[in-house]
């Protein structure tokens, strides 16, 4: 369920590590009842009624929030494909990110506009507190990727993770401390129900003022009204932001044009193909011998 040139390049490396399926390219699928495994971006209607022998649902990529978890049946796993290359490709967004707002970089573009030439005080990393919301593969990548530029750090989570060089906040009860000690924060949750909407005005509030805010989780995690008033308000001094709840936003959204805001479309990774692939093959083994799949989805998590 993809353009032909993506479908081809998927095409290409399953046959190389997984010779063994037979790869059908939507709509040209045959019998459905043959088909075992799908690999989608979009959720497909029916998908239980068409598809009586699916094993597997992969999600071409990082987020499961496209799909209505609960119209899955239980007999269908749900399996991300997210690699180490894509989490690689993550952390440098990230770390551009972090780097354009711990150097001020928009404030220096504004000066460029606006034709002034003003240095402003150089801040040092150990001085900057950066944390990074959702300590999953991807979040820990990028944590791994910061650490040598000597920032402070700390993350935040569900559970309690490893956070290197600096230390993790658990749970709703611990947010709004590690919100209060992020100077950048980088959001990088998956989109559940308890996550929709958590960086609303309190929670924005809770930030250092001035604080940068980078978003490369979903636009839905940041109430965008919200943000738009604390940029405006000087609270959160700017916003690098690769989503939006609505992509590409209207021609007559602010964000095009806000002054302190860094929009990039929806960019900071992709599904990588051949890591992908590797996933795919890696499972087909793990279900041969019973055991549990790569990236398998918690549905009572949704990530
Ligand atoms: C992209 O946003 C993804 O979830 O892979």
Redesign the pocket.
């Known amino acids: 369920m993809a353009d032909p040139a993506d479908a081809g390049e998927w095409r290409d490396y399953l046959s190389t590590l997984a010779p063994e399926l037979e790869f059908r390219q939507w709509p040209d699928i045959g019998n459905p009842a043959e088909v075992r495994y799908i690999l989608a971006w979009e959720p497909l209607a029916n998908l239980a009624e068409q598809f009586r022998n699916l094993r597997v649902l992969y999600a071409a ?3 499961v929030d496209q799909f209505e978890l609960t119209q899955l049946p239980d007999q269908v796993s749900l399996v991300r494909l997210v690699d180490s290359s894509m989490a690689d490709i993550m952390a440098e967004y990230v770390l551009y990110g972090v780097l354009a707002l711990h150097r001020d970089i928009l404030t220096y573009q504004e000066d460029q506009r606006g034709g002034r030439w003003q240095p402003r005080p150089i801040v040092h990393a150990s001085q900057r507190r950066v944390g990074v919301m959702g300590v999953g593969n991807l979040g820990r990548a990028a944590l791994d990727r910061l650490q040598p530029l000597g920032f402070q750090l700390s993350g935040w989570n569900r559970s309690l993770k490893n956070v290197p060089g600096g230390c993790c906040y658990v749970g709703l009860e611990q947010l709004e401390d590690f919100l209060g000690q992020c100077d950048i924060l980088v959001n990088m949750l998956p989109l559940t129900v308890e996550t929709d909407g958590i960086l609303n005005a309190a929670r924005l509030s809770c930030l250092p003022r001035g604080a940068g805010l980078i978003n490369v989780g979903r636009g839905a995690h940041v109430v965008e009204q919200d943000l738009l008033d604390a940029l405006d308000a000087g609270q959160v001094g700017g916003a690098v932001l690769d989503v939006l709840l609505q992509e590409p936003p209207s021609r007559q959204s602010p964000f095009w044009k806000h002054p302190r805001v860094l929009l990039t479309p ?1 960019i900071a ?3 990588q193909v051949e890591g992908g692939v590797a996933v795919i093959a890696e499972n087909l083994r793990r279900e041969e011998e019973g055991r549990p799949l790569l990236n398998l989805v918690d549905r009572s998590k949704g990530y």
Do not use: K, N, R
């Open positions: 990529g990082a987020g929806h990774s992709d599904v």
